[in-house]
């Protein structure tokens, strides 16, 4: 995977690292509105620094890569986030992985996701459980891509020595759809979830995990 990478000067410019461009990049969907919430932002966009400041009062974003992949075992499909931050508070690091929606579901649940069959598929669950302390066999009904983004999180914080690891979705949706899949991944780690507020889940962790949900603002959904 190459490593070189450079900056982006307008927020259209983050259409050609998605898988289908064309289907992807439209007003309304998350991949746009996502690319010019963060682009347009001073750094972090409001509502996601206002729902990790509690946690993270001099929290500092370093670097934001959009649609970043993060090798996972067990077959050739990376995991991709719609954003991953490099952050630091203080003199700590944190691994923000981003995971951007407006009505679109999470994708398979974790029976679905086994269903399709794949000889590695046993060796790249079991790799998620073990980075972020869970236990298989878990629930059918969980959303396998909250786990491998999830996971990025806590690699890439390995990765940069960081000891702080947050997986956010960032939700334009004003009804919050979704947010129950989100509510039964967090219960895997017995905590309750809440909109707009930072729950860590894995505090003693040699990389502490927390998870956020945070309701993006709604005037992004037009451009």
């Given at each position: ?5 450079i900056p982006?000067?307008?927020a ?11 289907k992807?990049?439209?007003?309304g ?5 996502l690319a ?11 509502e996601?620094r ?8 001099d929290?500092?974003l370093?670097?934001?890569?959009p ?9 050739s499909?990376p995991?991709?986030?719609?954003i ?7 003199t ?5 992985a981003?995971?951007?929606k407006v009505?679109?579901p999470?994708g ?5 996701w086994r269903?399709?069959g794949?000889?590695g598929?046993s060796?790249?669950l079991a790799y998620l459980c073990?980075?972020?302390g869970l236990?298989d066999?878990?629930?059918?009904t969980i ?5 491998h ?13 960081a ?14 759809q979704?947010f ?6 967090a219960?895997?780690f017995?905590a309750?979830a809440a909109?707009?507020r930072l729950i860590?889940?894995?505090?003693d ?5 927390s ?13």
């Amino acid at each position: 995977m190459n490593k070189i990478y450079i900056p982006a000067t307008s927020a259209d410019q983050w259409a050609q690292f998605l898988a289908e461009p064309v289907k992807q990049w439209r007003s309304g969907f998350s991949a746009r509105t996502l690319a010019y919430s963060w682009q347009e932002a001073d750094g972090f966009p409001a509502e996601i620094r206002t729902a990790l400041i509690d946690a993270f009062p001099d929290i500092q974003l370093l670097l934001a890569l959009p649609e970043h992949q993060v090798p996972l075992p067990g077959g050739s499909r990376p995991s991709q986030n719609d954003i991953w931050v490099l952050a630091r508070a203080g003199t700590h690091l944190i691994s923000i992985a981003v995971e951007g929606k407006v009505a679109e579901p999470f994708g398979p649940t974790l029976d679905e996701w086994r269903a399709e069959g794949s000889s590695g598929k046993s060796t790249r669950l079991a790799y998620l459980c073990d980075q972020l302390g869970l236990v298989d066999p878990l629930p059918g009904t969980i959303r396998y891509q909250l786990l491998h983004r999830a996971a990025s999180a806590v690699i890439e914080a390995g990765r940069f020595g960081a000891r702080h690891a947050v997986m956010l979705v960032h939700s334009f949706s004003q009804s919050h759809q979704w947010f129950d899949d989100y509510a039964a991944f967090a219960a895997l780690f017995g905590a309750d979830a809440a909109v707009n507020r930072l729950i860590p889940v894995r505090p003693d962790g040699e990389v502490q995990l927390s998870l956020c949900w945070v309701c993006g603002n709604a005037e992004y959904l037009g451009k």
